[in-house]
């Protein structure tokens, strides 16, 4: 039988053919979509529980960390008559400070491992000439991470973790360092259209073209070269800005006469309502604005984003800077109003430097490091500045305090603060005072106190006095 469709003719075998096989085709069809809804609901499940499980061990590893220190104590003190050097125990103290461990590739959460521990890359950019090119052959620098150090697994400093989370917990209760000065991070954006200084021993060649920040350490040349920012920052073709990370409680004090009074008050009162208004919040704008700015810290390169810049301290001998640290506070410029000068004056100021030395020693060894800014320990102020991120710091020896003056277009042989000048410190017997006058007792208690910044400048190959009485272990021990 055939079908007739104009002038074509269709066998009946021929349809059932073609309507068998597009049957087939259907079916196919129909597997193929049953085998991709398939596999993508398996991938959808792996996924799933990739992530489940994912943040179930997060969620483990946070509450470690935040928990751990329930059952340690503070860091060891060097010496059992330490009353207010932080607490002896960290009940009551903030744990939380995720940024302390580390943010390399490995991040320990026992000192199984600590061989595997990352330090932090300490490699100079190749074939660049900069003095702020660390441990390169024309750098004056070693590369430092603050985070690494007080990692309280592995750390060269895991020992003194705990002065961390006491300066934090201080901080936030607004007690530490009242009437000390702002903790500040002076940055700026050099290059070549920038007039050299001219004069030698000034600069005379022109600037090359970086970013530059600075965590001021106290006695550590700091106030010569937070000055040499601002004389670079206030000039017209010059970006730059003073950050700043805490504002210390203030102390009131009592002018001399009433038209200084009145004046002073005025001023004083719209400084702490200021203040009191930003610091009233959990997240003062100030440390907001520097936490963004601090997350821009590199190390040194040839190219520079608008937000790269390389972040640099001074350091110095914790014989040698304790010294200066007891000139300033004890009434020096800029610290007569700390709230323990004169009775550091009255408590300690001998006949004789020997006796001076030994008396504040004993003061710090009683009362801690807290008692007055300049005292507290280097490694420290750079971690408390940094705001314990993990960032690459730019360390120079106190003797390169010209060569930085240089660099900012400054005359190297500036000071602000001399102490050696006459005058400057609040007696005779200050301004006289020199490493030799330590004797071997002092100085070895003075080392202990001070044992963190000794560790920290072992840790980045700098030699001080008090190497002799600190022992150095390995890092996974």
């Not at 930085?404 to 005072?433: A, C, H, I, W």
Request: hydrophobic residues 35%; contains cysteine.
């Amino acid at each position: 039988m055939k079908y007739r469709r104009g002038s074509r003719n269709i066998s009946t075998s021929k349809i059932a053919h073609q309507a068998t096989s597009q049957g087939f085709d259907t079916q196919a069809n129909s597997r193929k979509r049953s085998n991709w809804i398939l596999c993508g609901f398996t991938v959808f499940i792996f996924a799933l529980t990739a992530h489940i499980v994912r943040s179930i061990f997060v969620l483990i590893d946070d509450n470690a960390f935040r928990h751990v220190t329930k059952a340690r104590t503070i860091g060891k003190r060097s010496f059992s008559s330490f009353k207010s050097d932080g607490p002896t125990s960290s009940e009551g103290i903030i744990s939380s400070l995720g940024p302390i461990s580390s943010h390399g590739a490995f991040q320990p959460n026992s000192t199984e491992y600590c061989n595997l521990f990352d330090h932090g890359d300490i490699s100079p950019f190749p074939n660049l000439t900069s003095v702020f090119n660390c441990n390169s052959p024309l750098g004056k620098c070693k590369w430092f991470y603050p985070v690494k150090f007080f990692n309280r697994y592995c750390g060269v400093g895991k020992k003194h973790a705990g002065m961390i989370e006491y300066m934090e917990s201080q901080r936030i209760k607004r007690d530490l360092w009242k009437g000390g000065p702002p903790i500040v991070l002076p940055w700026v954006s050099l290059h070549p259209g920038i007039k050299p200084n001219g004069k030698p021993p000034g600069r005379t060649i022109p600037l090359p073209t970086h970013n530059l920040s600075m965590v001021h350490v106290h006695k550590t040349g700091g106030t010569s070269l937070v000055t040499a920012f601002s004389s670079l920052s206030s000039k017209r073709d010059v970006n730059g800005k003073r950050m700043m990370t805490y504002q210390p409680a203030l102390l009131r004090r009592r002018p001399r006469t009433k038209k200084i009074r009145s004046a002073l008050k005025e001023r004083i009162q719209k400084r702490e309502h200021a203040i009191e208004l930003d610091s009233n919040s959990s997240s003062p704008k100030y440390r907001t604005e520097s936490s963004a700015f601090l997350d821009g810290a590199v190390k040194y390169r040839r190219y520079w984003s608008e937000r790269e810049h390389t972040l640099f301290a001074v350091v110095r001998d914790p014989a040698e800077r304790f010294i200066s640290a007891i000139g300033q506070a004890t009434g020096a410029s800029g610290s007569s109003n700390n709230g323990v000068a004169a009775w550091l004056r009255d408590e300690c100021v001998k006949n004789t430097g020997r006796e001076t030395l030994r008396c504040f020693v004993d003061v710090m060894m009683k009362n801690g490091t807290w008692i007055e800014v300049h005292f507290t320990p280097m490694v420290l102020e750079i971690s408390f500045a940094t705001m314990y991120k993990d960032i690459p710091v730019a360390v120079f020896p106190f003797i390169e305090v010209p060569t930085l003056m240089y660099e900012l277009n400054q005359r190297p042989g500036v000071k602000k603060k001399d102490g050696k000048k006459k005058g400057f410190r609040q007696s005779e017997v200050l301004t006289d005072l020199t490493v030799d006058q330590y004797d071997e007792g002092t100085l070895r208690d003075l080392c202990k106190i001070y044992e963190v910044d000794t560790l920290f400048l072992h840790h980045i190959g700098y030699e001080t006095k008090c190497d002799p009485y600190v022992i150095f272990k390995l890092t996974n021990e």
